[in-house]
């Protein structure tokens, strides 16, 4: 089972836990054989939060993201 982080639903964290399906391969010469299911539109391989709450977060972290360029304008006594 897997553990992931989603997006807060009513002021509240959560969590999903992931019952991902494994196959086996039945090619004896195989060398991955056996597979996880991907849930490609939901989760990354191995990643331990939803592709909407890492989109969400990188929203929120390009919009707090101070301005070099601003920032030394702003500070600049010599303006
Ligand atoms: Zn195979």
């Known amino acids: 089972?897997?553990?992931?982080?989603?997006?807060?639903?009513?002021?509240?964290?959560?969590?999903?836990?992931?019952?991902?399906?494994r196959f086996r391969c039945s090619d004896p010469q195989c060398r991955q054989r056996i597979f996880t299911e991907r849930l490609p539109?939901?989760?990354?391989?191995k990643a331990r939060r939803t592709a909407r709450l890492g989109e969400s977060q990188l929203a929120i972290g390009s919009r707090s993201a101070v301005n070099p360029a601003r920032a030394c304008r702003a500070n600049s006594p010599c303006r």
């Open 41 to 45: 539109e939901t989760v990354q391989p």
């Open 1 to 21: 089972m897997r553990r992931v982080a989603d997006l807060p639903w009513q002021g509240r964290v959560l969590e999903i836990r992931l019952h991902a399906r």
